[in-house]
C-alpha cells in the first residue's frame, strides 16, 4: 500500500490523526504493534476537564478547552461513520477541596461555581469531609467504545491498520523519512509520516534525535459497581483520586501515578492507595463492588505534548501524559495543519 499519510502508533492520538486525515482525503496507513489503543488509551478513564487538568498552566489549559469544543461534533462524526458508541456525554465534575489552603485556590478559579461544605453536602450526601467544592460543566467518553469506534470508522472509509507488528527502525535521507523497517524485516513507506508512539516514543532512534523523549507513567484504575439506589452521575475529582461514572452503574475509581518502566501490571498497593483515597473523598462508595483492576502507562514528557514537524515529511504528536483522550480532537487539527504544510 502506498499511503499519502502512514500513521505510527495506533492509540487514541494516532487513530484521530488519521481520521481527520481521511476525511481530508488521504489514503491512511496506521501501524500498531499491539492492538488498537492496547499501549494507554483503552485503559484511560475518559474524563474530558479542560478547567481542571489545565488549572495551573493557561496554555494548557486553552489548548484543552479548544478539543472540548470539539468534541460534539467530533464523536458525532466518528459514531456516523463507524455505527459504534463512542460514550460521549455531557455530566459535571466536583473538585473537592480538603484542606482550606485548596479551596481559596477554587474559590479564585475561573470555571464553575464555588460551593461551601454543607452546599456540597446537600448536592453529594456521601461524600467525605471537605473544605469546599468547585462545580462545573464537564464530558466524557468511554476509551475502549471511541477506540473501536475509531478504528471501524477508518476501515470502512478504506484505511488499513496493520497491528501486531512494531516497527523497529526510521529509514531517513536528505528530504525525510524513506521507510520504516518492520521487526519481521519488512518495509512499509508513504508520502507522509506521522509518530503517535506514547509512551514507547522514546525507545525509537530516530525520535530520541530530533528531542522527542518521553517517559511511562503507570497509572492505575479500579472498576466498581454502584450499588445503590440512585447511582453517581456526574465526575467527583479529589486531590489525587476521582470518581468517573461511565453509564448505568458502572464507575472509574482513578489514578496512581508511578514510575515503573514498561511494567502494565495493577499491584494490590496501587488498589490500596485507591480504596484508601476512596474512603476520604466518597466514603459512600465503600459499599459498591469491586469489578476490575488495570494499569496503563501514560506518555509523560516534560513541558507537555509535543506537536511539531520534525523532519521534511514527518510530524510528532506524543506526551500527551494524562490527557491523551481529551487533547485527541485537538491534536488532530494541528496535526494535519502541519502535515498540510508538506508539498
Known sequence: MN???????????????????????????????????EGTSRRAAGMLLPDVEGEHDADERAFGRRSYELYPAFAQEVEAASDLPTGYRGCRCYLVAHVPERAEALRRMEWGEFLLPAALKAQLPGIGQSAGARLGDAAQVEPRQLIAALAAALRKGGAAIETGLAVESVQAGPQGVEGLRMADGSLRQGRRYLFATGAWSGTLPYLQGRGVVTEPVRGEIVTLEDTGDEPLQDIIFGQGIYLAPKGGRRVYLGATEERAGFDERPTAEGCLNLLAGLKGLYPAALRFEVRETWAGLRPFRAGGPMIARIDGNAVVAAGHHRNGILLAPATAERALGLLGEIG
Open 3 to 37: 499511503a499519502d499519510l502512514v500513521v505510527v502508533g495506533g492509540g487514541v492520538i494516532g487513530l484521530s490523526c488519521a481520521w481527520r486525515a481521511q476525511r481530508q482525503g488521504m489514503q491512511v496507513l496506521v501501524l500498531e504493534a499491539r492492538g488498537p489503543g
